[in-house]
């Protein structure tokens, strides 16, 4: 997605991945500054940790408490921070400064691929891990009415239960399955990663007729189990490709400072994921 996104702008940059242990995320993100890096993208577990190592962070960052996207910044001959992308010349004084593209990109998935808006509805959160947290303080952020977070451990969900009640005290929050029907079930558990997973709710606490939406993180398989299930039941359903897309596009845009080629990065998208 991201080289394709690259290579329709034209630009001689190359998108790699790497795999960092946790304890030396801080020496990864020194050396990416110092190898004169653009930016990083950043998985769990990192994505907590880098909210300490970052020289700042952006409000998303801030208001989402997880950092995603990392762009290096230098100053210009005006003194003002800019892209290192944008510089010819390697600088001496280089930043890193942390982003969330994630939040805004779960939205617009919802928005675009099940054409859902949140504000006023009902929606029940499967997991409150990474993914899990920060669509549930941007779906409180967006004014759901009620909100419904299932987690395993249940101190996880009581801790982001007290962040959302403390920021958007409006919002109905229940750490419960839901009473009757809800506009929109979002699985943030790995549960689905493999076709012999179960399904990530207790059945026995809800039924899929009940729902009229369900938004699975997972994009590969493209078609969890759960989506599955929700197809039969006659749900609308849809896989976290879009997510995935949103959050990549804008991470580009944040390098590049110019808008990400869209159609394209959707394209090879689905022709990795969906081959």
């Known amino acids: 997605m991201q080289n394709a996104g690259i290579a329709a702008l034209n630009l001689n940059w190359r998108y790699l991945a790497f795999e960092v242990h946790p304890d030396r995320l801080r020496e990864a993100i020194d050396g990416a500054r110092v190898m004169g890096f653009i930016g990083l993208n950043l998985t769990v577990p990192h994505k907590l940790l880098a909210v300490e190592i970052v020289d700042v962070l952006d409000d998303s960052a801030r208001s989402y408490g997880a950092v995603n996207t990392v762009r290096f910044e230098c100053r210009n001959q005006q003194g003002d921070w800019v892209p290192v992308g944008v510089i010819q010349d390697l600088p001496h004084e280089v930043r890193a400064h942390g982003f969330?593209?994630?939040?805004?990109?779960?939205?617009?998935?919802?928005?675009?691929?099940?054409?859902?808006?949140?504000?006023?509805?009902?929606?029940?959160?499967?997991?409150?891990?990474?993914?899990?947290?920060?669509?549930?303080?941007?779906?409180?952020?967006?004014?759901?009415?009620e909100l419904f977070l299932v987690n395993r451990t249940l101190s996880k969900a009581e801790e982001v239960g007290k962040e959302i009640r403390r920021r958007w005290p409006k919002v109905k929050l229940s750490l419960e399955y839901p009473k009757g029907a809800v506009d929109l079930m979002l699985n943030a558990t790995s549960l689905g990663l493999k076709s012999n997973d179960p399904l990530p709710f207790d059945a026995k606490q809800l039924?899929?007729?009940?729902?009229?939406?369900?938004?699975?993180?997972?994009?590969?398989?493209?078609?969890?189990?759960?989506?599955?299930?929700?197809?039969?039941?006659?749900?609308?359903?849809?896989?976290?490709?879009?997510?995935?897309?949103?959050?990549?596009?804008?991470?580009?845009?944040?390098?590049?400072?110019?808008?990400?080629?869209?159609?394209?990065?959707?394209?090879a998208l689905e022709q990795n994921v969906y081959a």
Do not use: F
């Open 100 to 145: 969330n593209t994630d939040a805004d990109a779960i939205t617009r998935a919802l928005r675009h691929d099940l054409n859902l808006e949140v504000a006023g509805a009902r929606v029940l959160v499967l997991g409150i891990g990474g993914a899990g947290r920060t669509a549930a303080l941007k779906l409180a952020a967006d004014g759901v009415n």
């Open 207 to 267: 039924s899929l007729d009940g729902v009229a939406a369900v938004y699975d993180m997972i994009y590969r398989p493209a078609e969890t189990p759960l989506l599955a299930a929700a197809k039969r039941a006659g749900c609308r359903v849809a896989n976290g490709l879009g997510m995935l897309l949103y959050q990549g596009a804008k991470a580009l845009e944040l390098w590049t400072g110019r808008p990400a080629p869209l159609e394209v990065m959707r394209q």
